[in-house]
């Protein structure tokens, strides 16, 4: 069975920087993708920004230039160095991982944590 764990939610003021962190593991065969998303109250799910196992990395428009994804493949991790936040990045971030595991290829999901910008 394949996990998805994430850390490194909190509170932080406006203009400060989070690090999230998100450590897959169980039988996995191929780490495909590895992302995040995130849900703020009463909207859905969206899509943050992607790193590929090419190295290929993707991000919404909105955290253009203030988010950093990274991976370390040894260790099947994934971060997001967030800077430079505001209000808006206010949400409970998912981790996503595209994998192959024992049950064939498909999308897993951390449980999630809370990320708070506020003064």
């Known amino acids: 069975q394949v996990q998805l764990v994430e850390s490194g939610g909190g509170l932080v003021q406006p203009g400060g920087s989070l690090r999230l962190s998100c450590a897959a593991s169980?039988?996995?065969?191929?780490?495909?993708?590895m992302g995040w998303y995130r849900q703020a109250p009463g909207k859905q799910r969206e899509f943050v920004a992607t790193?590929?196992?090419?190295?290929?990395?993707t991000y919404t428009d909105s955290v253009k230039g203030r988010f950093t994804i990274s991976r370390d493949n040894s260790k099947n991790t994934v971060d997001l160095q967030m800077n430079s936040l505001k209000p808006e990045d206010t949400a409970v971030y998912y981790c996503?991982?595209?994998?192959?595991?024992?049950?064939?290829?498909?999308?897993?999901w951390g449980q999630g944590t809370q990320v708070t910008v506020s003064s």
């Open positions: 169980g039988s996995i065969f191929i780490i495909y993708a």
């Open positions: 996503n991982g595209d994998l192959r595991g024992s049950s064939g290829r498909r999308d897993y």
């Open positions: 790193l590929t196992s090419g190295g290929r990395t």
